[in-house]
């Protein structure tokens, strides 16, 4: 895998900082205001554009030199609308989160939620596509995302 997301994995990785906080998933990942992110700490957007949790999955290995405090991992509305069911999408956050337990014992792993979607006042010029994916099946993902372990606190 290259591009600038592996790029810029490897220059954080040169510098091991020990205050670095990753931001894992999508576009809303990508696009989240840099504003509302917590100061003090540095922060990896390794968000993509349409990004789906197997996409995801194959990813989370270009952060295993790093040794995050926290990854934040937000996914699966991109699987939603190409056709992927609820199960792949659980069954893909459930390996997500396992890797990066896995190689991150002691880093803080935040699964948060599938957003619910605004129908059909979205201003997503694609916003029909929505329409297929009812905002029922996104929170029966996200009660069962929250069943999930609890993410272990970082370390200081």
């Given at each position: 895998?290259?591009?600038?997301?592996?790029?810029?994995?490897?220059?954080?990785?040169?510098?091991?900082?020990?205050?670095?906080?990753?931001?894992a998933?999508?576009?809303?990942?990508?696009?989240?205001?840099?504003?509302?992110?917590?100061?003090?700490?540095?922060?990896?957007?390794?968000?993509?554009?349409?990004?789906?949790?197997?996409?995801?999955?194959?990813?989370?290995?270009?952060?295993?030199?790093?040794?995050?405090?926290?990854?934040?991992?937000?996914?699966?509305?991109?699987?939603?609308?190409?056709?992927?069911?609820?199960?792949?999408?659980?069954?893909?956050?459930?390996?997500i989160?396992?890797?990066?337990?896995?190689?991150?014992?002691?880093?803080?792993?935040?699964?948060?939620?599938?957003?619910?979607?605004?129908?059909?006042?979205?201003?997503?010029?694609?916003?029909?596509?929505l329409?297929?994916?009812?905002?029922?099946?996104?929170?029966?993902?996200?009660?069962?995302?929250?069943r999930?372990?609890?993410?272990?606190?970082?370390?200081?």
């Amino acid at each position: 895998m290259g591009g600038a997301v592996e790029a810029g994995s490897s220059a954080i990785a040169l510098k091991n900082p020990s205050n670095i906080s990753i931001l894992a998933g999508d576009s809303l990942s990508l696009w989240f205001p840099e504003a509302l992110l917590p100061q003090g700490q540095i922060w990896l957007n390794q968000g993509i554009s349409g990004e789906t949790s197997q996409g995801l999955m194959r990813r989370v290995g270009l952060w295993k030199s790093l040794q995050p405090r926290r990854i934040f991992v937000m996914i699966g509305i991109n699987d939603l609308l190409k056709g992927d069911k609820a199960e792949v999408v659980l069954a893909n956050y459930q390996s997500i989160v396992r890797d990066l337990r896995q190689t991150h014992p002691e880093t803080a792993i935040v699964v948060q939620s599938v957003l619910p979607h605004s129908g059909p006042s979205a201003t997503w010029e694609e916003r029909a596509k929505l329409s297929r994916i009812s905002n029922g099946e996104i929170l029966g993902i996200n009660r069962r995302l929250g069943r999930s372990p609890k993410p272990k606190e970082p370390t200081t």
